[in-house]
């Protein structure tokens, strides 16, 4: 009492004349349920708060955070209660066993302390009264909560080296996937249950051969089989598969026997000082791995492989710049193609034609496409370039092929018939359940006969689905010896099974991906594109590939390609002999490889270089004007006048004799021609 008595001067009736909050609180829900002496003495402020000469009925009880810790403020309402009522000057004392209670981070504390030596709150723990407002008060509570923060950092320091030094042994005992679990001698063995193992085994071996974790839940779904998962109590229970269930199991490290500590990390979410969220590292991040501590369904090799396919397979252009897993699309180096612009990943359309776009920049900034390039002359380009460098390969897998379907074949089989087996079992068991259960307890009997029933339908449905699967069943056939015969002597060369549609076109994808590692394109001309494959040894090769465009003006040759003509028709030549030398000296149409003959025509003709008398003049007839007459007269193209005489604008009848329209030749129809081309009136009637 002696004690209290020597603080009593900090108590002022003002103070008398508010409330006295106790605020109670304990770090985590296992505190509150152990740490029973600490909850009796925090509770137990109230007597001294009565001594100290505040009532009962001015006595409250702030105890919601109670299993919240106090390194933030979130999630704790009592502390935010506690706050607005120092605000409101409705509180004169605040009782507290330790201010470590109140705040365990300086950036909290803080703030707390300004709002009660700014509205004179007064903060009272087991040594004592202080008075916020004051130097002295404020520079001890300030020494109180820096030394809470580093108690609470120096605990948690303590207990991580624990655990990273347990760790680091391999003896940390952390959670275990389906298929390992720990013996009575604590020891991390394989699942006894030889159903699970295989299942285990062949989720690997299938994404192996299908390289996509879609495709496995494809296949699983497919052959009607179900994956082993952990319930809520971490018993087995076999369920459908799914996506995040099949990449989990393939993402987890103790499949491959490896002892793995710190693969994630908690990082503040944006916009929050305190709220943390848990991101995933990459594999060179993990703090701690051991090899060879767990029983392995796959060797550590085929992990790193697996997880370098998954990662692969992850189409996240803008983020991750990754390739994603080959498709069915038309355009061939989906994933893999580069602008040589601005360097960023292109990506496919397809409609109306396909086309390789880079609209990175569009989307971050909203300016225009960078690039919009053709893909077909590229894919072809690319297509022959990888041939030339691959060689004809002679091709002998179709009877490792068929090995392997035989043996995949069988691994379905058998995980069907451990399925059946265990569903067998699992009927056995729901039968005499049913049996040994008193008849006049019909609850019980009710419920062991539904399960039995359950029981009884899904093992008829497994044996359903596998008789369908044994008759449905498909063999490889052999290679008939003629056929065989055949192909040594053409050899079955790659470029052969492509032409002929031998390959889908992710088997094309894929192939390509073996080889190269990025195309990157640029646009030179509108009729070219530069191309530079970078091959996966880190070679390059580079070449200019022509691509179509919509007019002659857009050819880069079409100057030199006109003059040219010009100059072989003024010589005699004719249109086929001009277009063939044209062709062999490396000119093109617009939209073909080759010079076409008409091409060569509409040049001529538009230098007015005729090959018949009668194109060597103009058709003229007395009193009229023709079309192309009208269009030379208001400098439009005939175009302009034919598009306006079907539309309506121009309202003219064709002539029954000449059968052409034919315009009055005056001035009057000259003048509302103008009018209607400058926009003056909205039609004309001749």
């Keep these: 009492m002696i004690f209290f008595m020597s603080t009593l001067d900090f108590i002022k009736p003002f103070h008398l004349g508010r409330l006295a909050i106790l605020y109670i609180r ?134 991580t080296a624990g655990l990273l030094n347990k760790a680091q042994r391999g003896e940390l005992a952390l959670a275990l996937p389906v298929g390992l679990i720990r013996d009575s001698l604590n020891q991390v063995v394989k699942h006894p249950d030889i ?84 991101k995933r590292l990459p594999m060179g991040e993990w703090k701690i791995r051991i090899n060879d501590k767990y029983p392995a369904y796959i060797d550590w090799a085929t992990f790193e492989a697996i997880q370098a396919m998954l990662q692969d397979n992850c189409s996240e252009y803008d983020r991750n710049k990754t390739r994603g897993v080959p498709r069915p699309g038309k355009a061939l180096l989906q994933g893999i193609v580069h602008c040589g612009e601005c360097g960023h990943q292109m990506v496919v359309q397809y409609k109306p034609k396909t086309h390789y776009i880079c609209n990175f920049l569009r989307q971050q900034y909203q300016v225009p496409v960078c690039q919009y390039l053709p893909a077909d002359p590229i894919d072809d380009f690319v297509v022959r370039t990888f041939f030339a460098a691959l060689a004809p390969a002679e091709l002998d897998l179709y009877d490792e092929a068929a090995a392997a379907l035989r043996r995949e074949a069988e691994t379905v089989d058998r995980a069907r018939r451990e399925q059946i087996d265990r569903l067998r079992y699992q009927a056995r068991l729901a039968e005499r359940q049913f049996h040994r259960a008193d008849p006049d307890n019909r609850l019980v009997t009710a419920e062991l006969e539904r399960r039995w029933e359950t029981a009884l339908r899904e093992l008829r449905q497994a044996e359903d689905s596998y008789q369908r699967a044994v008759l449905s069943k498909e063999t490889t056939p052999p290679i008939p010896p003629e056929l065989r015969s055949a192909f040594e002597q ?80 003024r010589q005699g030549k004719s249109d086929q002999e001009i277009a063939k030398h044209l062709t062999r000296q490396g000119h093109r149409s617009p939209k073909g490889p080759i010079v076409l003959v008409s091409t060569v025509q509409i040049i001529r003709l538009r230098h007015r270089l005729f090959v018949k008398s009668h194109q060597s003049h103009a058709r003229r007839i007395p009193g009229h004007l023709t079309v192309s007459q009208i269009a030379e007269r208001l400098q439009v193209s005939t175009h302009w006048v034919y598009d306006r005489i079907h539309n309506g604008t121009i309202q003219i009848e064709r002539d029954p004799n000449f059968k052409l329209f034919l315009f009055p030749d005056s001035s009057v129809s000259i003048t509302l021609l103008e009018q209607l081309k400058a926009g003056e009136i909205q039609e004309v009637r001749l």
């Design 26 to 159: 304990q770090s985590s829900p296992h505190q509150v349920l152990t740490n029973q002496e600490s909850t009796r003495l925090q509770y137990a402020l109230r007597q001294r708060a009565l001594e100290l000469g505040w009532y009962e009925d001015q006595i409250r009880i702030i105890d919601e955070d109670q299993g919240r810790t106090a390194s933030t403020t979130e999630g704790r309402h009592g502390l935010k209660e506690l706050a607005s009522l120092i605000t409101l000057e409705h509180v004169g004392i605040i009782f507290t066993t330790e201010v470590a209670r109140l705040c365990r981070n300086c950036s909290d504390w803080f703030p707390l302390l300004d709002i009660c030596g700014y509205r004179n709150c007064l903060i009272a723990d087991r040594d004592g009264i202080h008075d916020p407002s004051s130097i002295d008060g404020r520079f001890l509570l300030g020494m109180k909560g820096q030394i809470s923060e580093l108690e609470l950092h120096t605990l948690r320091g303590r207990l």
């Design 490 to 569: 053409f050899g079955r060369n790659l470029p052969g099974l492509w032409e002929q549609g031998g390959l889908a076109q992710p088997q094309k994808k894929t192939l390509l991906r073996c080889l190269i590692d990025k195309v990157v394109i640029r646009r030179l001309a509108p009729d070219s594109v530069q191309a530079r494959i970078v091959w996966k040894g880190g070679d390059t090769t580079t070449a200019v590939i022509p691509v179509t465009v919509n007019s002659l003006a857009r050819l880069s040759t079409a100057e030199e390609m006109e003059a040219t003509i010009v100059s072989l028709a």
């Design 195 to 278: 159903e699970v193992q295989d299942r285990i085994a062949l989720i690997f071996e299938t994404f192996l051969r299908v390289k996509s974790a879609t495709q496995v839940v494809r296949s699983f779904n497919s052959d009607d089989l179900l994956i082993p998962r952990k319930d809520d109590l971490g018993d087995i229970a076999w369920r459908r598969p799914t996506v995040p269930a099949i990449c989990s199991t393939l993402e987890n490290p103790a499949y491959a026997g490896a002892f793995v500590y710190g693969r994630t990390r908690f990082a503040l979410k944006p916009g929050s000082t305190h709220e943390r969220t848990q």
